[in-house]
């Protein structure tokens, strides 16, 4: 099976800075896509951000120019720097990723989720 972990969370003033991790463990072959998605109470899960095995990102207007989505193949981790927060921001973000347990098998894996809290 395959485990994805996240960490960094917490309770920031607007205009602050986060980094969360995510990471995964188990049975892995490789990693293709890796992406951070939010929910916020009382609204749809939306992507946030998403980065491919190749270092192709992808954002959501909302955090562009304020949140950074990268990667570290070799610990099969995905990292979400995340500068001038905003209240608005405030959600539980969850991370995703596409996992091969073999070259022709693949799996989409959620992590527990980790809350974001931004004060005003």
């Known amino acids: 099976q395959v485990q994805l972990v996240e960490s960094g969370g917490g309770l920031v003033q607007a205009g602050g800075s986060l980094r969360l991790s995510c990471a995964a463990s188990?049975?892995?072959?490789?990693?293709?896509?890796m992406g951070w998605y939010r929910q916020a109470p009382g609204k749809q899960r939306e992507l946030v951000a998403a980065i491919t095995s190749g270092g192709s990102t992808n954002y959501a207007d909302s955090v562009k120019g304020r949140f950074t989505i990268s990667r570290d193949n070799a610990k099969n981790t995905v990292y979400l720097q995340m500068n001038s927060l905003k209240p608005e921001d405030t959600a539980v973000y969850y991370c995703n990723a596409d996992v091969r347990r073999s070259s022709w098998r693949v799996g989409n894996y959620w992590g527990q989720g980790t809350q974001v809290i931004v004060s005003a």
């Open positions: 188990g049975n892995i072959f490789s990693i293709d896509s």
